[in-house]
């Protein structure tokens, strides 16, 4: 079946440091590809998403491109801030119609001054 | 426009008893989704919805867990009898119908089983 997975965390990362989560997926065909946040006591947000190869999701200074070659749907931001922490979720829909979400693990991230 | 409502926030019971949780999606939302989110882990779809019929639900336990969407809107979903392994946080999700829509996500119950 699908599956996604990311790099465990915690990631800790200084204020204005690079951010880069790998995230890895198995599925069948062309899924859509997301990440989404959950800040600190709120629900899941989507945070960006890419729906084929190639295509680069971004949102709020975060990026993520679909890779197909590699199965991968990285994140990245140049420079983040303190307000960046969080725990962040790589997911995955499959090719059909439907849109039953496929999570990864969650990574967390926290940002120090 | 308003978000996707659950409740309660937080619950706390003990094992072998029963429990219910309530979403109410965002208005004109056809498809409505139970996850679960156990403590460290990426949420787990237990249950799919569309208007009132059941699209998925291989995920769900069905000795112990059930769940309804009478009238396609407001869901319910019901541990009974509950188990340790149940504490979790559960997750009401909804988005329109059809295609790769975004699903917007409520702000969880947290479950604690003693």
């Known amino acids: 079946g699908d599956s996604v997975t990311q790099m465990e965390g915690p990631v800790t990362l200084s204020e204005e440091a690079f951010l880069t989560i790998n995230c890895t997926y198995t599925?069948?065909?062309?899924?859509?590809l997301f990440w989404y946040v959950q800040y600190p006591g709120e629900g899941l947000q989507l945070l960006l998403k890419?729906?084929?190869?190639?295509d680069k999701g971004s949102n709020k200074g975060f990026e993520a491109t679909y890779r197909k070659e590699t199965t991968s749907f990285h994140l990245e931001k140049g420079s983040v801030q303190v307000s960046d922490s969080a725990v962040y979720f790589c997911?995955?829909?499959?090719?059909?119609?439907?849109?039953?979400?496929?999570f990864g693990g969650g990574t967390r991230l926290m940002v120090k001054p | 426009e308003a978000g996707v409502a659950q409740s309660p926030r937080y619950k706390i019971i003990e094992k072998r008893q029963s429990v219910a949780f309530w979403c109410n999606p965002i208005?004109?939302?056809?498809?409505l989704y139970w996850y679960q989110q156990i403590l460290g882990q990426g949420p787990k779809l237990l249950i799919q919805?569309?208007?009132?019929?059941?699209?998925?639900d291989s995920q769900l336990p069905k000795d112990r867990f059930s769940a309804e969407r009478l009238k396609g809107v407001d869901s319910t979903l019901k541990i009974q009898p509950a188990k340790l392994e149940d504490s979790a946080v559960y997750l009401c999700?909804?988005?329109?119908?059809?295609?790769?829509?975004?699903?917007?996500f409520g702000p969880g119950t947290r479950l604690t089983v003693l």
């Open positions: 208005s004109g939302h056809a498809t």
């Open positions: 999700a909804s988005s329109l119908l059809g295609g790769r829509n975004e699903q917007f």
């Open positions: 890419a729906t084929k190869a190639d």
């Open positions: 599925a069948t065909g062309y899924p859509s």
């Open positions: 997911a995955l829909t499959p090719n059909n119609a439907g849109n039953m979400l496929t």
């Open positions: 919805f569309q208007n009132n019929g059941v699209v998925d």
